[in-house]
């Protein structure tokens, strides 16, 4: 209940805005000004790590749950609530480049590339993506390796860019390969 009534204060005081989403839910946002601002002050603090992995925390795991709804039926609804978001995957995809956290950014891109490829910016998803490959990657699992070569390999399709895409399957499946696991392979 405080929290609530903090954030009715800042409302009053319209340091944040409150929007209904498309279900009609509220949705809570500040202005650009006092975003930075705080943004600043979160900087300077010794809690900004905590902060930030808290907030990649939470959007990883919204994005794996998202995932295997931005195909099908519930597409269009999962790919309107992510689109909401994509200031924070943004935020904390740069955050696992930053931090090096190479698996999380992974997940994250795997798990968003159909967002990415239908909603987002490719040259962005790409970017991105070369950002997390440039980092060290071994403590990321295999399975992760493999899933995120065939995201990079399906946003570059999208973006045209062939020679990419065909050099991100054949990564996926050498890596599929060596796990022994036909269906990604398959896949790849």
């Known amino acids: ?42 900087d300077k603090s010794s809690e900004a790590a905590t902060v930030r992995d808290r907030h990649l925390d939470y959007f990883l795991r ?54 990415i490829e239908i909603r987002g910016n490719l040259a962005e998803g790409r970017d991105i993506g070369m950002s997390l490959l440039a980092l060290p990657d071994s403590d990321v699992a295999p399975k992760h390796k493999a899933a995120s070569r065939i995201a990079l390999g399906r946003i570059a399709w999208a973006a045209d860019r062939y020679s990419d895409s065909r050099r991100f399957y054949a990564e996926a499946q050498q890596t599929y390969d060596a796990m022994d696991d036909e269906a990604g392979s398959a896949l790849a």
């Open 62 to 115: 919204f994005a794996e749950e998202a995932a295997p709804h931005l195909e099908g039926p519930e597409q269009r609804d999962w790919l309107d609530r992510c689109e909401s978001d994509l200031f924070n995957f943004r935020f904390a995809a740069e955050w696992t480049i930053k931090s090096r956290k190479t698996e999380a950014g992974l997940r994250l891109l795997t798990a968003l590339y159909r967002l």
């Open 1 to 42: 209940f405080e929290m609530l009534d903090l954030l009715e204060q800042l409302v009053d005081k319209s340091l944040i805005t409150v929007e209904a989403d498309e279900a009609g839910n509220p949705r809570y946002t500040m202005i650009e000004t006092v975003w930075h601002y705080s943004r600043e002050k979160l």
